[in-house]
């Protein structure tokens, strides 16, 4: 039996030109604008993939994405659209999709996907046939989950879907600025713990006792001013989930108590001997390595692989400078209804100014300096001028003084110039391969420890691919 390839879509031209395309390729092709027609199809052929354009006429692609998936569960479906509503994005990978694909179609990214959703469609019906058996609401406030939905944070919201409903704990790591408790709430917003409390606790905030009294609790009497018995935020938030912010700050002796929270979902007070039993999800985020942590002795290993069940790595606003405009039209608008101005928008020249940013305080930074400018706004637009007692702190592009900017020849000529004759005398004429390996092994260091030894990660940070990188990790290892 051949693959077969479903593809439903409302444009006439999408449908003929993947039917062109897929079909040289080898699938039998089904092509339907019809949500009922696509039913049919899939009842009676079975197909192994599906693409189904999220915005239909007369129907919504994730409600057929739902019958989809209840008429044939094994089918792998592929949402697309032309819209980069994050919110859409969580929802169809949340509802079972494959994957979640932006128009204008990258042809030979969409082949690969389709080749490799029939790979797991095809084991999926083997382990089945084998082993047996068989909306969100658009009034709702959504600034509290967009922080982005350039290619790199679509990769995330598309994780966010996969991830939210389990009870995995979850990692997440990224500089200060960068939305870290903003995705924890989006991940419990999507959960089926979402009617459930969310407590979040900054664990830089509080000395070390203070903290451990906080998270669990005391018994009346267990210190100076326990005048009473103190339910601590585990308790509180039983059956919810609990966002632990800084966790890399938390003390070695608090660090134990959290893993056995993690282990057995159970704790004492502090200065009680009762055992309490709570059922509690666990997010966390750090600005820190914790793989450096570990090194250091200030961080304990057994309590990271619990904390990183699943790990998500929240990239510097400069390394998405496509989320900018965004952000800013985002801003503009909430702090135009706060301050009671009716400002439309910003001027090409300025938002030029704002993506050139280095944007060290990430989307916080951004964020206040939009509100800035827009109390100093005294027309429909955001001005050039109205940001310039911001320039100096926020968004001209900043250089680090001797650093590299963008001259790299000159950077690297102005290192390895003191040393070269060294280099020459010890490398015994290779001198060549030890700096380049060199150099490479300290590349693929750099950005694994940003993205939490995400392998997958960091070689998207670094441009490379996996087996790259886990090839140049193994030399520079030997």
């Not at 008429?71 to 919110?87: E, K, P, Q, Y």
């Not at 300025?350 to 930074?365: D, F, V």
């Amino acid at each position: 039996m051949g693959t077969k390839l479903l593809v439903l879509d409302d444009d006439s031209v999408v449908l003929e030109q993947l039917k062109k395309v897929f079909g040289a390729e080898g699938y039998e092709v089904f092509t339907v604008s019809q949500d009922r027609e696509a039913y049919r199809i899939i009842a009676a052929e079975h197909p192994n993939v599906a693409i189904i354009d999220l915005n239909l006429e007369g129907a919504s692609g994730l409600d057929v994405l739902r019958e989809a998936k209840r008429l044939d569960h094994a089918l792998a479906v592929i949402i697309t659209t032309g819209s980069r509503a994050t919110r859409n994005a969580i929802e169809a990978m949340r509802q079972g999709a494959y994957d979640y694909i932006i128009k204008p179609f990258n042809l030979p990214a969409l082949t690969e996907t389709v080749r490799k959703a029939v790979e797991c469609n095809l084991m999926t019906r083997t382990v089945r046939f084998t082993g047996g058996g068989g909306g969100i609401d658009d009034d709702v406030d959504y600034e509290d989950v967009m922080i982005g939905s350039s290619p790199e944070m679509l990769e995330v919201w598309k994780m966010v879907g996969r991830v939210a409903d389990s009870d995995a704990s979850v990692l997440i790591q990224g500089e200060s600025g960068t939305g870290k408790e903003l995705l924890a709430r989006a991940i419990y917003h999507y959960s089926r713990r979402r009617h459930r409390p969310f407590l979040a606790v900054n664990c830089a905030a509080l000395p070390e006792t203070l903290l451990e009294s906080e998270l669990f609790g005391h018994e009346k009497g267990a210190f100076t001013d326990a005048h009473s018995r103190r339910i601590g935020k585990f308790e509180q938030c039983n059956g919810g989930t609990i966002f632990l912010d800084e966790v890399a700050e938390m003390s070695l002796a608090n660090q134990g108590k959290l893993l056995r929270v993690l282990e057995n979902q159970e704790f004492e007070r502090v200065g009680g001997n009762e055992t309490v039993r709570v059922d509690v999800r666990v997010l966390t985020a750090t600005n820190r390595s914790l793989v450096q942590a570990v090194k250091e002795k200030a961080f304990r290993l057994d309590l990271l692989y619990r904390l990183r069940v699943v790990s998500f790595y929240l990239p510097p606003l400069r390394e998405r400078v496509e989320d900018v405009p965004l952000l800013t039209d985002l801003f503009i608008k909430t702090f135009s209804r706060k301050h009671g101005k009716k400002i439309k928008g910003i001027a090409p020249r300025a938002l030029e100014m704002l993506k050139a940013g280095y944007w060290e305080g990430n989307i916080r930074e951004l964020k206040n300096v939009i509100n800035s400018a827009t109390v100093l706004c005294k027309g429909d637009f955001l001005m050039p001028e109205d940001f310039a007692p911001l320039l100096p702190a926020a968004v001209l592009p900043r250089k680090v003084e001797g650093g590299v900017g963008d001259d790299y020849f000159g950077f690297f000529r102005k290192v390895l110039e003191p040393e070269f004759d060294t280099l020459c005398r010890k490398s015994k004429g290779a001198v060549f391969e030890t700096v380049s390996s060199s150099l490479q092994g300290a590349l693929i260091r750099l950005a694994l420890e940003r993205c939490g030894n995400n392998q997958v990660v960091a070689a998207r940070l670094l441009g490379i691919s996996r087996n790259t990188l886990r090839d140049r990790l193994a030399r520079s290892e030997g």
